[in-house]
Every structure is written in C-alpha cells, then in structure tokens.
C-alpha cells in the first residue's frame, strides 16, 4: 500500500512539474513582447485642434509613476468631422511603462492634463490592449473650465450671490466676461487680451504677486500653483483665447 502511495506521489509531482514546464500556470500575467505592448483606443473628440500643436498637443502616451515626461508617445490626429470615431494605435510599450494617457503635453513630452488613463493592472492584463473610451470633450478653454475655472475660481467668481470684482468664471459666462473686457483692477488692461498675455490681467494676477500694488487687496498666485496649468493658461491667450 505504502509503495503505491509513494508511486502515486511521484507521479502527481511530475504532473505538476510538466505543466509548470509549458507555461500554462502563467495564463494570467502575459510576459511583456520585447517589442512591447500595443494600446488601441477608439473615442470620439471635440476640440482637439484648439491645441497649438507643437507647443501643446493631444496625445496617447506611456508614462512610469517616477517622471511627467512620457516615454513614448503618438499624436492625435483631429478628425474631419467634430465627434468622427478615431483609432489610434501606440505600440513599443515597455515594461518600465505603467500608465498609459490620452493626454496633452507640451514640446518636452512634459505631462500637462489628462482625460483618460489606462491603469498599471490593465496593462499587465494583455500584450494587445483596446479600450473605447467614450467622447472626451479636449478643447483647450473647455480644459482651464473645468481643470481650473470650476475647480477653485467659482468659489469666489460666480457660484455664490455675488461675484469678486463683479467677475463671473462659471461655464455659460467665463468667456464674454474676460475676453477683451477691460479690467477693473489693472488701469489700460483687458482681463484677457487675445495673443498678449503680457497685457492681460488674468494671467498677471495668476502668475505676480498685485496683492503688492495698492490696487488689489487679494493675492492670487496659489490659486494655480501647477506650471504646466499656468503655461496652458498663457498658452491659450497666446494663440487667441477661442471659446473652444
Ligand atoms: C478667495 C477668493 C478668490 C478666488 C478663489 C479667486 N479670486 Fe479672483 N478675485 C478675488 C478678489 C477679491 C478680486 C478683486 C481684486 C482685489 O481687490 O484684490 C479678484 C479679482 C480677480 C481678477 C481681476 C478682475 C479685473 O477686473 O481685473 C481676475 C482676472 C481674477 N480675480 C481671476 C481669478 C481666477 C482666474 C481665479 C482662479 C484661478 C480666481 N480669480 C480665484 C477673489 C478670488
């Protein structure tokens, strides 16, 4: 009895070994290709040519959780049509790649804002990812809206009975009220004064301390503290400050 236990046992951890040998008990985390993993993302956009490309543009992009910089990037191409479905593939994902972004970043691959990730775990699920991730609305002013506008600015700018410095930056009234509006803080200035950021009060309340000058009695620079944020600000007064 005890030699056919043993016999029995012997052939079980064979058994086990053999299937250890092809492979198979790593069903679940596929080994990454040395030529890397390839992303395919189907969305439909708004707004992606808002962007001025090749400052700022819109791109699927790889990025390790130690650096802002991608590692490897493709462009978006903005559709024919507003809204059209697009494919866009990006292969050669290395192993040091953890997320995956649609994302803006500027001419240094540097990392500005993102509207869709693809996390660390669905990457390891596959060599050959795909994702449909909805409409995504990118147009640049819609992005300082929501990123910055609607985040920290209303609170003081439009959301409560009355606005600081009668100034509205809730979504239906931000652009009428700043763009070529003059200021009532900065004598000679618009608030937003289309390719002058310079000129242009909002961007020198965000990026200088007025608090200083005698005519302001708030001092706005930690209210966008993120360099990146503060460049797409300029960036967007720079190229015209459209409603889009
Ligand atoms: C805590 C309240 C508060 C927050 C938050 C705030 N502001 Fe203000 N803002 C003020 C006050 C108060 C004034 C009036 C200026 C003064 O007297 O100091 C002002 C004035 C301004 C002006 C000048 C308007 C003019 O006519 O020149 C601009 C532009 C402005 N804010 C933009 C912003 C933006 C953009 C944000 C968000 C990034 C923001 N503010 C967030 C309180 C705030």
């Known amino acids: 009895m005890k030699k056919i236990i043993t016999i029995f046992a012997c052939s079980l951890t064979f058994l086990v070994f053999q299937a250890c040998d092809d492979g198979r008990l790593n069903e679940h985390e596929s080994p990454i290709s040395p030529e890397g993993r ?3 993302l189907t969305a439909r956009f708004t707004g992606i040519s808002s962007w001025p490309d ?14 802002d910089y991608a590692l490897v990037n493709k462009s978006v191409p ?3 049509v507003e809204g059209d479905e697009i494919t866009i593939i990006l292969s ?3 192993e040091q790649v953890t997320r995956v972004e649609l994302c803006v970043i500027n001419r240094l691959r540097k990392h500005i804002v993102s509207f869709y990730t693809i996390d660390e775990t669905q990457l390891a699920s596959s060599n050959d990812i795909e994702v449909d991730a909805g409409t995504l609305h990118v147009g640049m002013y819609n992005t300082i809206q ?19 410095a009668g100034l509205y930056l809730t979504s239906e009234k931000s652009h009428s009220a700043i763009v070529g509006v003059a200021s009532k803080k900065l004598e000679g200035m618009n608030i937003v004064e ?10 020198e309340a965000l990026s200088t301390d007025v608090s200083i000058t005698d ?10 503290v993120d360099e990146g944020i503060l460049s797409m600000i300029r960036q967007w007064i720079t190229h015209g400050a459209k409603n889009d």
């Open 78 to 80: 903005a559709p024919t």
């Open 38 to 40: 390839t992303v395919k």
């Open 54 to 67: 090749p400052s700022m543009y819109v791109v699927l992009a790889g990025f390790n959780d130690d650096s």
């Open 215 to 224: 005519a302001w009695h708030y001092n706005h620079t930690a209210e966008v």
């Open 92 to 94: 050669g994902i290395k």
């Open 194 to 203: 289309p390719g002058d950021a310079g000129k242009s009060a909002l961007y």
């Open 146 to 164: 929501e990123r910055v506008f609607n985040t920290t600015c209303v609170n003081c700018h439009g959301s409560a009975t009355s606005a600081a």
